[in-house]
């Protein structure tokens, strides 16, 4: 990696160190507290801009789990070097959350790990398990016992399709990607309908979010729908305390 980039990373690190132990930077699980994962992309976005790249890689997913791998890459200025790479793994009947959404939930998992392998941390380095039994204890959902850790992948070379891939974004669809994926991270952690409306009806989210449904229906279309599910899950949580209560 060139100086340069050496000089934006601390840039991104030392940005991260100095946020405060509070939301919507981050959350606090279990007396610790730890950096969200849109906070840390909005950290690394901030330093590299288009010169970043993110990657993720499902490497299994069955009806009972979800295995992902994410990468951090940034260019040199002749190629791109991988700085960052982490795995994570969620299983689809743990929760509710991920009886809808595991695939997004283990992306978000694996790009927050990724991210604090290079030291965009903020703090805390969480275990995928440990965020998901926060977020579980929070709807009042008892949190089921993890399967045997099963031996992961070696993490493989990128190819020179998936290289490619990303390199005829705009800039713009560049940072409209970034968005979409730090407004997801974001809900994962909100626990009541309020706090969603008031996330949505943001005025600096709400014009981003217009871009999004006018240039970018398919980004929009994933964003409303992680949303309306959280929506959902909160309002099932609350009907279950309820009953549970009465």
């Given at each position: 990696?060139?100086?340069?980039?050496?000089?934006?990373?601390?840039?991104?690190?030392?940005?991260?160190?100095?946020?405060?132990?509070?939301?919507?930077?981050?959350?606090?699980?279990?007396?610790?507290?730890?950096?969200?994962?849109?906070?840390?992309?909005?950290?690394?976005?901030?330093?590299?801009?288009?010169?970043?790249?993110?990657?993720?890689?499902i490497h299994e997913s069955t009806e009972n789990r979800v295995l992902m791998e994410?990468?951090?890459?940034?260019?040199?200025?002749?190629?791109?070097?991988?700085i960052g790479n982490d795995f994570a793994e969620e299983f689809r009947n743990d929760?509710?959350?991920?009886?809808?959404?595991?695939?997004?939930?283990?992306?978000?998992?694996?790009?927050?790990?990724?991210?604090?392998?290079?030291?965009?941390?903020?703090?805390?380095?969480?275990?995928?398990?440990?965020?998901?039994?926060?977020?579980?204890?929070?709807?009042?959902?008892?949190?089921?016992?993890?399967?045997?850790?099963?031996?992961?992948?070696?993490?493989?070379?990128?190819?020179?399709?998936?290289?490619?891939?990303?390199?005829?974004?705009?800039?713009?669809?560049?940072?409209?990607?970034?968005?979409?994926?730090?407004?997801?991270?974001?809900?994962?952690?909100?626990?009541?309908?309020?706090?969603?409306?008031?996330?949505?009806?943001?005025?600096?989210?709400?014009?981003?979010?217009?871009?999004?449904?006018?240039?970018?229906?398919?980004?929009?279309?994933?964003?409303?729908?992680?949303?309306?599910?959280?929506?959902?899950?909160?309002?099932?949580?609350?009907?279950?305390?309820?009953?549970?209560?009465?």
């Open positions: 990696m060139t100086k340069a980039n050496d000089n934006r990373l601390q840039i991104a690190i030392d940005y991260m160190e100095g946020l405060p132990d509070e939301k919507p930077f981050k959350v606090n699980i279990k007396g610790k507290w730890y950096a969200q994962v849109a906070t840390r992309i909005v950290a690394f976005r901030k330093a590299y801009g288009d010169q970043g790249r993110i990657t993720t890689k994410a990468s951090v890459y940034v260019h040199d200025g002749k190629t791109w070097q991988l929760g509710p959350i991920n009886k809808k959404s595991a695939t997004e939930n283990c992306s978000t998992s694996a790009i927050g790990r990724a991210l604090a392998s290079c030291g965009l941390g903020g703090g805390e380095y969480a275990s995928a398990d440990e965020v998901e039994y926060a977020v579980e204890e929070k709807q009042g959902v008892t949190p089921k016992p993890k399967a045997k850790d099963e031996p992961k992948p070696e993490p493989k070379p990128e190819t020179k399709a998936e290289e490619n891939s990303r390199e005829g974004m705009s800039e713009e669809e560049s940072e409209m990607f970034s968005f979409t994926q730090a407004m997801i991270g974001m809900v994962d952690m909100m626990d009541s309908h309020e706090a969603l409306n008031n996330y949505w009806g943001d005025p600096e989210n709400i014009s981003k979010i217009e871009v999004l449904e006018n240039n970018y229906p398919k980004y929009f279309k994933t964003l409303k729908e992680v949303f309306v599910r959280k929506y959902e899950d909160i309002e099932q949580g609350a009907a279950k305390k309820e009953k549970s209560n009465a």
